[in-house]
């Protein structure tokens, strides 16, 4: 159980007033980072530092970095630049600033970031932040301290505990991450060599972090990790758990409404996890399943090792499950040597599976991935004008979606204040935003609503027992 472990924690520097830092985290990149952010905040929390949303007034500025594509790379940079002048600025007023890089940059670049923007003090990769306090400590002496060893120790066992305050004040829904690392190699991609091999969580110490979250308020939880349905673990009575059946595990936690997971690859969608979304109430009919492409060549050519065709009968085994599954997906369009045909056959893939959701985006040459040494490199306003016409479709069917949901009654998780006074934004089991009218204190309440109209990015409802009253 992770619930009483606490880090190696030295005693504070003479004179250091307790909770007098402030810390303030910026997240760039996927929900693991996210996740990750909310734990170092935690091992941050043992040292005396409080977390702030203003930069201006923080003591340590902490970016958590993102390496996927060279544009999110880039802009660490940029705003190194930037912190670089503010940390001048303070030190003429005689403050300290002190500068951490974590995150995927950080593993990837290590040494080299603190050679391209000195001002930095720590930099501390994905799976070495547990030891970010001792890190801080040593930076302190004055030499920048570069940790992005992988850990032998795991890190969960090191990271606190999170304070029930603190899971309360994050609302209602939470990440956990059940999963790192990733072993499938796909020759576009960076997340094997900046989150290393596949790793599973056990299962006592996921199951007592959703409790925890559960009894804290937390009432929806997404397992998170790269390869999510990559997650094998030895279960309770000594058999090989898959995903499923830690989902049905998880399913009995009282208290806890609701589970979803994400990112999941399709070749580890396996008959237990299907069995699940026939099964439970409690996972949500949404699910994430990158396909990349609809051409089997480029699919080869990326190393995904599954075919358009066996992508498209396994959606049709999920919804066969479970009727009301929503899609969802990532592409790229652009990836060395696709052809006009290749990105027909990916517009194609989208017309079959209907998705409504999906993320698209322009390959970006990665350094050290096998694609990067590709021949046939697609040219930028190709690639701008497939996105184009890629995402067109896409909105097309994410606009269709929301609109067939006008005038059904579904379950809304009330989620945060709306920004109108007397409205609350919740969540639809399709993970679409909904604002509704209610109060506050309803937040973390599961209730009826009736979806009345759609916004650009959200729909509107009323509570359906005052529709049903009239
Ligand atoms: N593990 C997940 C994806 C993680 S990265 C999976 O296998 O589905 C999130 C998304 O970023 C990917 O699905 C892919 O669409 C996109 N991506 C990754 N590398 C990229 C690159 N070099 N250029 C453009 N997009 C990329
Ligand atoms: Fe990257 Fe492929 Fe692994 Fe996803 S499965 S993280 S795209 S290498
Ligand atoms: Fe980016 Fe690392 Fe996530 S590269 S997408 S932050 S795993």
Redesign the pocket.
Known sequence: MNEHVSIPVAAPDAGEIKNSRKVFIKTYGCQMNVYDSTRMGDALASEGYVTTEEMGEADLILLNTCHIREKAADKVYSALGRLRDMKKARAAEGRELMIGVAGCVAQAEGEEIIRRAPAVDVVIGPQTYHRLPEALRRARGGKPVVDTDYAVEDKFEHLPATEKATIRSRGVTAFLTVQEG?D???TF?V??YTRGSEVSRPVAQIVAEAQRLAESGVREITLLG??VNAWRAEGPNGRDWSLGDLLYRLAEIPGLARLRYTTS?PRDMDDRLIDAHRDLRTLMPYLHLPVQSGSDRILKAMNRRHTGQEYLRLVERIRTARADIAMSGDFIVGFPGETDGDFEDTLRIVEEVNYAQAFSFKYSTRPGTPGADLADHVSEEVKAERLERLQALLLKQQARFATSCVGSVMDLLLEKPGRMPGQVIGRSPWLQSVNVDAKTSQIGDIIPVRIIGTGPNSLFAEPAERLMGA
Do not use: A, L, T
Request: aromatic share 10%; net charge positive.
């Open positions: 990733c499938k190699f796909c991609c997340v094997p790269q390869n690859h």
